[in-house]
């Protein structure tokens, strides 16, 4: 998995842009569409993050950064979104993605190498723990451990916003997924799909008032609070 989306980083808005082995053109549309929903839907949260100076935000697992600047954007005074990601070469990326967007993103991001199953940060340090396509690869013997490290670096009252694949018709529930790249090596990845009423049972495991939903077909979006 480090391996893989090590290699991946520069490719990895492919999938966004629907590039190369990624282009569909029967549903290229619809999933622009979806893709601009997940946007809103990160602009809503992080919009909330100027309640008071001094928010934080947590982009777990962030990749190439695509959700980080909705929630830098409305940081004030000392607040910061902490980058967070296993892979330097994806830090790498978010970093230029916030040059390329507004520098001054920059001054609100701080960035962080590290396991997501076991965080650097000082208990309830987080307003907003967001993390995108990343449940969908933790395997069902470590979500609750990893739930409760979020929850641990949760502020009482904080929130979790969770974007992932969502299971539809014609896709496995969970797969080891073959995945090429282009430079020509083969990397097998664990892949869960989860319906939206399967996201929310779990959620409700570790957080209460859960919520979860699709959007038309592609994503699904989790929200909860500690
Ligand atoms: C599917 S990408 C998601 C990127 C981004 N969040 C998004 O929504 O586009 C998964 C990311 O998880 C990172 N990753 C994989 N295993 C990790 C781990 N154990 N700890 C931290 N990051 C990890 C990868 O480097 C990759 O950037």
Redesign the pocket.
Known sequence: ??EY??Q??EE?DDW?NRVGRYNDPRTNAAWHAQVAELGREAARFGGMLNRYAGMRAL?????????TPFFARSLTGSGRVVA????PS?LGQTRLRLEEEDPALLEKTLFAR????YLPFASQTFDLVF????L??VPHERVAAFFEEIKRVLKPGGNILI?DSAYRPGIPHEEISRRPLNNGTIHDVLKINYTPAELEKLLKQTFSESQARQTFDFFLIGQASR
């Open positions: 998995m480090h989306y090590e991946r980083a990895y966004y982009d777990l697992c962030c990749g190439t950064g695509k959700w967070y990601d296993y892979s994806m590290g396991d997501a199953y993390f995108g396509f990343w969908s690869h974007f």
